[in-house]
């Protein structure tokens, strides 16, 4: 396998955990912001998580050695070992979301209509919201739940059907992006399209970073303009996300270039080292599956936005962290 393959990419890590952030920042509407307030245009930010799934999960078999020929197998197995990961986390934001939404109905005579919303919420547990089944009470898993449904019949093409999904990775981000534009519909079926187009993206890239490592990887003028672009381009991504402006259609375009050239491992941005970029890649998911259930939570501990806000970033970093370390510790003790 290419040493490069091997090689942990730390800025990938470091750039979930910033998605992240930006994300949360997106969310302020929840605790109580209004108007053009700074990040509200960050949801755009979700659509490279989708990306860099779809590049990671095509990575993971463009390197694997299974000549098994099960390829319905593989792409199951893949995707349930991946999403057991954080399954169980999952089931207790849910179920904290429940309480906070429906909990009074315990002690108002309601407890059927408690009854009715706890039953429902199954369906978002088992990340099938996006199916349409029900609307997720912790909205951002809306996410996962739209990866987890197309995640398996995309693992099945990577592998069954290699030199179409090429052809397809390239053709489906066009017609959807080129139809819907960068959009945050919710209406059934867009999640799964946008996953499925946002997915596909990402395999281009990864196949497009493998032609840059191996073309480029010894010329050093061009590396140093490569890392210049890709710092510029994470500029103008956050600053348009930040801002507002008017220019969110570009967006996938930059995230393409900013995963593309990240994946080659041949930029500045790879030469990131150390625990740190590491450990805030790992608290990354489970601050993106906690941080609305804390930002719900603050509507019921202040009345004011700014003491909410405070709540929110350090609540959510706080379980992050001890929730990271938890995990970490736990599977040392294992081994």
């Known amino acids: 396998m290419d040493k490069m393959n091997e090689r942990k990419l730390l800025n990938i890590e470091l750039m979930r955990f910033i998605g992240v952030l930006l994300i949360m920042g997106h969310h302020l509407f929840l605790i109580g912001f209004e108007g053009d307030y700074l990040f509200k245009n960050c949801w755009t930010w979700v659509d490279l998580f989708f990306i860099l799934t779809g590049a990671l999960t095509y990575k993971h078999f463009d390197t694997s050695k299974d000549e098994t020929g099960k390829y319905g197998t593989n792409a199951l197995r893949y995707t349930f070992k991946k999403y057991g990961r954080f399954f169980l986390l999952t089931v207790v934001s849910v179920l904290c ?131 210049v672009c890709e710092i510029l381009t994470i500029i103008i991504a956050g600053a348009i996300s930040i801002t507002g402006f008017d220019a969110v259609n570009i967006l996938e375009l930059l995230f393409l270039i900013i995963i593309t050239l990240m994946l080659s491992g041949i930029t500045a941005s790879s030469r990131i080292k150390g625990k740190i970029p590491e450990f805030l890649g790992k608290m990354s998911m489970p601050m993106f599956i906690i941080h609305w259930i804390i930002a719900y939570a603050t509507l019921y501990l202040s009345e004011y936005v700014r003491v909410r806000t405070c709540i929110y970033y350090l609540g959510t970093l706080l379980f992050g962290i001890i929730y990271t370390l938890i995990v970490t510790r736990g599977k040392h003790d294992k081994n």
Not at 198 to 212: D, P, R
Request: contains cysteine; proline residues 4%.
């Open 97 to 227: 979301m429940v309480f906070l939404c429906y909990g009074f109905m315990l002690f108002s005579h309601e407890r059927k209509a408690f009854l009715s919303a706890l039953s429902d919420s199954v369906y978002e547990m088992l990340f099938l919201s996006s199916a349409g089944f029900v609307s997720a009470l912790n909205a951002p898993i809306w996410f996962l739940s739209a990866t987890f449904i197309v995640l398996p019949l995309i693992c099945y093409l990577i592998q069954a059907k290699k030199e179409l999904w090429k052809v397809l990775s390239l053709l489906i981000p066009v017609l959807y992006f080129g139809y819907f534009g960068v959009n945050s519909s919710r209406a059934w079926p867009n999640d799964l399209l946008r996953a499925a187009a946002c997915m596909a993206l990402g395999t281009f890239a990864y196949l497009v970073s493998k032609v840059i490592r191996e073309k480029f990887s010894e010329k050093k003028p061009l590396i140093i303009l490569l890392s």
